[in-house]
């Protein structure tokens, strides 16, 4: 069995000595784990597409969710030479219990990465990309304006690439978010993560209504934009508290929603309290439609940045389609 270091994923930081990734997690009481069905499986990435993705990221010094989220699907989607860039650093100020990024005092921001951001989507000619970042508490805009400058340097090299941001909540960070909605993203993400009863246990940094009003904010200052939100299953959420979320999602007029298996990074993070079927997934994706969101994406594999390109495709299909129904109502 896997010692606690290599769970906690201990490893060198410059000429530092080693660190560990989650300081705040290191002493909690191991979590019991589940053995993942076999609908949760994917292959290991290995792929050449893969390899030259990954290539070009470590080139240009990117960090990229993918990576530091363990995400599952990285394999699929380095090989279609799909990243999701996480700017501003590779540690968050935050703690959930959830998630595997790093976390601790981050370093000061890196004034050259939207230039290597735009130079890395350039040279994987994307037709769409994914920006997100780890949380930046320690930042008077929460990290809004570096935000704004990534997607001004990506439309500079790439015009015809469209944008998706998937933004944390600039929590107590009043103007932040005014910022990143004036750099005109094409789609606006982000996550509400559990259902609301879950957030102290799950999401104790942030705040549920908080969150929702981010959203429906964002339709206030640019209704063109998408808005997109994502939550996983599997953390100890009832359905009822799952449809109270999407009815409150679409009261923030959220255009698009993800809901995935939530995967237990190590042993002292938080639980998965059990597996989802596929089954249900769809009968949420189902229920998804009928409530009014454009587009529901529900599965056990799927992730925020999952398909991302295509979504978008659909998304604008979508409003397209209502718009000369919504024209005569």
């Not at 070009?56 to 363990?70: F, M, R, S």
């Not at 799950?202 to 640019?222: C, I, T």
Request: with cysteine; proline share 6%; charged share 25%.
């Amino acid at each position: 069995m896997a010692s606690d270091s290599d769970l906690l994923d201990t490893k060198p930081l410059d000429a530092k000595p080693a660190e560990t990734r989650h300081p705040e997690k290191a002493h909690r009481p191991d979590q019991p784990t589940l053995r993942k069905p076999d609908w949760i499986r994917v292959r290991a990435p290995g792929s050449p597409e893969w390899s030259a993705t990954n290539k070009i990221v470590k080139e240009h010094k990117l960090v990229t969710v993918c990576e530091e989220a363990g995400c599952p699907n990285i394999g699929e989607c380095w090989a279609k030479k799909h990243a999701t860039f996480m700017i501003m650093g590779d540690t968050c100020t935050r703690a959930c219990a959830f998630c595997n990024v790093k976390t601790g005092l981050p370093r000061a921001l890196d004034r050259n990465e939207p230039q290597r951001v735009a130079d890395a989507v350039a040279k994987l000619g994307l037709s769409h990309v994914v920006i997100t970042s780890v949380d930046r508490d320690d930042l008077s805009d929460g990290g809004a304006r570096h935000f704004a400058e990534v997607i001004v340097a990506i439309r500079s090299l790439s015009p015809k690439t469209t944008i998706e941001v998937l933004t944390p909540d600039f929590l107590r960070k009043p103007g932040a978010l005014e910022i990143v909605v004036a750099a005109k993203p094409d789609v606006f993400n982000h996550n509400l993560e559990t259902v609301a009863g879950k957030y102290l246990g799950v999401r104790p940094g942030a705040r549920y209504f908080h969150s929702l009003r981010l959203l429906q904010r964002v339709k206030e200052l640019d209704p063109t934009l998408f808005t997109k939100s994502g939550i996983m299953l599997g953390l100890g959420e009832e359905r009822h508290e799952v449809l109270q979320l999407m009815d409150d999602l679409r009261s923030a007029d959220v255009d698009f929603m993800t809901i995935g298996q939530y995967l237990q990074p190590t042993k002292k993070h938080h639980a998965v309290a059990r597996f989802v079927t596929p089954d249900e997934f769809n009968s949420y994706a189902e229920l998804g439609r009928a409530k009014g969101f454009l587009l529901m994406s529900s599965s056990p594999l799927t992730r925020s940045s999952h398909h991302a390109g295509e979504d978008f495709a659909k998304l604008q299909a979508k409003r397209q389609a209502l718009a000369p129904e919504r024209g005569n109502s």
